[in-house]
C-alpha cells in the first residue's frame, strides 16, 4: 500500500502523520513543492515582528522528526499530472527531472496562494515584485522575501493592502519593527469577519498603536517613484466618497485573501464548488477513484452553512487526518467547521465562531444578535478587562449560532470563543449556556462566566420581543 501526499503543509502531513499512525507497513510519501515542510505560515507574522527569533521555530516537526515518523519526504518536488487511471503521479525535482510514481492512494493538500488583486503594478510586464519592496505573504519563501526587503532596503514606512486577520497581524509585527504602517482597506471596517461594532474596536487599537488605518479606501496602483523622494513607491488608492489619496512607502504588502490551488486536481478532473474548490465529500472524496483532498485546496462542509469555502489551518489539519484515515481504509466524516477563529492586535484579540446575522438568515435561521460585556475575572482582583461580547441565537428555537468577542490579549478570549464553538456544536440553546459548569477562582473568573453573562442578556432580550 503506498499512500502519496501532494503538499507538505498542515493538510498533506496530516494526512502522511495519520497514515503512518494507523498503519506503520503503510509506504507513505508526501511530495513538497518547497524545502519547508510542516511549517507553520500561521506563525509567519511573529517571526517578522521578531518575537521568534529564528525562522526554523517556526517547523511544527523538523524533518528529522517526520523521517522519525516512517514517511519519506519529496522535498524541492512540484506534482505536474495525476494519472487516475493508471494510478500515477508525475512529478519534477528541482533539476527538471521527470518521475512517475505510482501511489495506491492520493490525498491532494495542494493548499491556495494568494489573491493578487487587480492593481496596476501587480501584474504584467514590468509588475513590481519582492525587490521592489512589494510583496505578497502565504509561504516560508514570501517571508523569506520579506525578511530580505527589511534587513537590507531597511523600510521606514509600509502600506498594507488589507485588514483581514493576516492583514492585521502584519500590521501588528511591522509596527513592532519600527515601521510607520498604514493599512488600507476597501471595506467600510476593519476585520470584516466580525460585525462593523467589535471591527471599530480593533480598529481603535490599530490607531491606539500609531498604525494610520483607512477604510474604505480601494488602491488602484503601486508604482516606483522617481528617484529622490522621500519613499520609494508610491501607493494611489480612492476614498468612498471617490477623493483620490495617495501615500509613499519604502514596502507595500498585500494581503486581501487566498484562492484555492486546484490547477492539479482540475487537470486529473476533479469538480470544483464553492469559491472554486475542490469538491469533495465528507470522508474527504474527491470523486476521482482513490483520490482524496484536504485543506485550502477543498470546499469547507459548514455545520450551519452546508457547503461553503473557510481556508484555516484548524480545518486543514483536521480534514487531513481524515482524509489519510479513509486513504488507509477508515470510515470517518469531517464533522464539520464553525468558522472558529481568533486574531491577536497589538494587546487585544478578537474572535468568532457560528454564524453572523447575514449569514444566520441566509441558512434560513430568524437571528437576534445582542451585544453585551462582562469583566474577565473578578474586578476586584486586580488586572481584570472588558470583554465585549456579541451574541446571536435563532429568535424561533433560542439555539445558540454565533458569538463574537473582543478583549485584552490576557483575558482568554481564545478559551472563552472556544466554549461558544463547543455549544454551537453541540446544538445548545442560549439559554443552555448558563447551565455550564464551568470554574471559577476570582482572578481567573467569575461565578458567571462571561459568555454566561452574554448569553443571559441574550435570553433578556429574545424575551422581550
Ligand atoms: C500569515 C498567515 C497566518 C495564518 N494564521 C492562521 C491562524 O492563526 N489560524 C488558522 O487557523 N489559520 C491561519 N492561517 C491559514 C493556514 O495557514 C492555512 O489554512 C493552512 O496552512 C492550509 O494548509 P494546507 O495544507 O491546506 O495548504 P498550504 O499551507 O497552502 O500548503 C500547500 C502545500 O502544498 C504544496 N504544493 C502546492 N502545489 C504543489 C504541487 N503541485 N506539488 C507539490 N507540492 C505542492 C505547497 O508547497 C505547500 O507545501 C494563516 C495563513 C497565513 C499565510
Request: one cysteine or more; glycine letters at 10%.
Amino acid at each position: 500500500m503506498h499512500l502519496i501526499a501532494i503538499g507538505g503543509s498542515d493538510a498533506g502531513i496530516s494526512a502522511a502523520l495519520r497514515a503512518r499512525e494507523l498503519d506503520p507497513a503503510a509506504e507513505v510519501s508526501v511530495v513538497v513543492a518547497d524545502a519547508y515542510p510542516n511549517f507553520s505560515i500561521c506563525g509567519i507574522p511573529y517571526y517578522v515582528s521578531g518575537e521568534v527569533p529564528r525562522w526554523r521555530n517556526l517547523a511544527h516537526r523538523s524533518i528529522a522528526d517526520l523521517e522519525a515518523t516512517g514517511m519519506s519526504l519529496r522535498l524541492d518536488t512540484t506534482a505536474r499530472r495525476i494519472d487516475v487511471a493508471a494510478r500515477k503521479l508525475l512529478v519534477t525535482s528541482a533539476d527538471g527531472t521527470e518521475e512517475l510514481l505510482g501511489y495506491d492512494k492520493l490525498v491532494v493538500g495542494t493548499g491556495a496562494v494568494p489573491v493578487r488583486p487587480p492593481i496596476s503594478g501587480l501584474a504584467g510586464p514590468g509588475a513590481l515584485g519582492p525587490d521592489d519592496g512589494v510583496h505578497l505573504l502565504h509561504s516560508m519563501g514570501d517571508t523569506f522575501a520579506v525578511m530580505r526587503t527589511l534587513t537590507e532596503a531597511a523600510p521606514a514606512s509600509a502600506v498594507i493592502v488589507g485588514a483581514g486577520y493576516i492583514g492585521l497581524e502584519m500590521a501588528d509585527a511591522l509596527t513592532v519593527r519600527g515601521l510607520q504602517v498604514t493599512q488600507m482597506e476597501q471595506l467600510p471596517e476593519v476585520l470584516p469577519t466580525v460585525d462593523p461594532d467589535l471591527g471599530a474596536l480593533v480598529h481603535a487599537e490599530l490607531v491606539a498603536r500609531g498604525v494610520q488605518v483607512l477604510t474604505g479606501t480601494t488602491v488602484r496602483a503601486i508604482s516606483r517613484n522617481a528617484t529622490g523622494q522621500a519613499a520609494r513607491l508610491r501607493v494611489e488608492a480612492t476614498a468612498a466618497d471617490g477623493t483620490a489619496v495617495t501615500r509613499q512607502a519604502d514596502m507595500v504588502l498585500v494581503v486581501v485573501g487566498v484562492r484555492p490551488e486546484v490547477s492539479l486536481a482540475v487537470s486529473a478532473g476533479a469538480t470544483l464548488g464553492a469559491r472554486g474548490a475542490i469538491t469533495v465529500d465528507r470522508m474527504m472524496r474527491t470523486g476521482l477513484p482513490e483520490v482524496y483532498a484536504a485543506g485550502d485546496c477543498v470546499i469547507t462542509h459548514h455545520r450551519l452553512l452546508g457547503e461553503t469555502y473557510l481556508p484555516l489551518g484548524t480545518t486543514a489539519h483536521k480534514q487531513g487526518r481524515v482524509a489519510g484515515e479513509n486513504a488507509l481504509g477508515g470510515n470517518r466524516e469531517f464533522a464539520g467547521s464553525l468558522g472558529t477563529q481568533v486574531v491577536k492586535i497589538f494587546d487585544q484579540a478578537a474572535a468568532r465562531t457560528g454564524l453572523r446575522d447575514h449569514e444566520a438568515i441566509a441558512a434560513g435561521f430568524e437571528p437576534v444578535t445582542v451585544a453585551a460585556e462582562a469583566d474577565d475575572h473578578k474586578a476586584y482582583y486586580p488586572g481584570s478587562h472588558r470583554i465585549h461580547m456579541r451574541f446571536t441565537g435563532d429568535r424561533a428555537t433560542g439555539r445558540l449560532l454565533g458569538v463574537q468577542l473582543f478583549g485584552h490579549r490576557h483575558a482568554e478570549i481564545a478559551k472563552r470563543i472556544d466554549i461558544a464553538a463547543t455549544a454551537i456544536f453541540h446544538n445548545m440553546t442560549v439559554d443552555a449556556v448558563s447551565d455550564l459548569d464551568l470554574s471559577y477562582t476570582p482572578p481567573l473568573g467569575s461565578p458567571w462566566d462571561a459568555v454566561q453573562i452574554g448569553a443571559q442578556a441574550w435570553v433578556r432580550h429574545a424575551r422581550q420581543l
